[in-house]
């Protein structure tokens, strides 16, 4: 859809079928990806999404711009939760559980996954994750962690090494197989 600005130029809009589509392919993915800062990553995918409706003019590449924007509003959530419970805890004299993680539907385990993926370096994580589960390639991961390519590629390699041995070589349904493509033969 193509609107037109108070003096005709012309403004990208955001088409309702193609956010449909967005919604669809990348939410569960963009949720994962979230869990890593906060305990709410359907709350922060959701106002990503809203972000991305009032953007103007429309990102050139939205999947890699709402995975920045989430990442960005996850890291913010999970500093805003911290001062919230360090405040209550020092108030209440009460020890806080920093991460819940609810079940989620997807044919895996989110408790054991995600703590198989606390215990990888956390710029090796946000590249798995992304790459893995957002479908991002490494050069658009590159550009939302302030990477090239290729140090992206190595970090996802060395990341998903330690992943696969924390996880038995085992995948997230619990079925024997790779957690992931090999990363030889994954996009760059």
Not at 1 to 10: A, E, L, N
Not at 91 to 105: H, K, L, N, S
């Amino acid at each position: 859809m193509v609107k037109r600005g108070t003096r005709g130029s012309v403004i990208g809009v955001m088409d309702a079928n193609y956010l449909g589509i967005l919604i669809r392919r990348h939410s569960a993915s963009l949720a994962l990806y979230a869990r890593q800062w906060t305990a709410t990553p359907e709350d922060v995918v959701q106002e990503a999404y809203m972000k991305l409706v009032r953007q103007v003019p429309t990102p050139e590449q939205p999947v890699a711009w709402l995975y920045r924007v989430v990442r960005n509003a996850a890291i913010s959530d999970a500093r805003s939760v911290r001062r919230r419970r360090t405040h209550e805890a020092r108030f209440a004299g009460q020890v806080v559980t920093m991460f819940e993680y609810p079940a989620e539907p997807g044919g895996f385990d989110p408790v054991v996954l995600t703590a198989a993926l606390s215990r990888i370096p956390d710029e090796q994580r946000e590249i798995i994750v992304a790459h893995v589960w957002g479908g991002l390639t490494f050069e658009q991961i590159g550009e939302i962690v302030g990477l090239s390519a290729p140090t992206a590629w190595r970090r996802y390699s060395a990341g998903l090494t330690i992943l696969r041995s924390l996880l038995g070589n085992e995948n997230p349904s619990g079925e024997t197989a790779a957690v992931a493509p090999d990363p030889r033969r994954a996009r760059h």
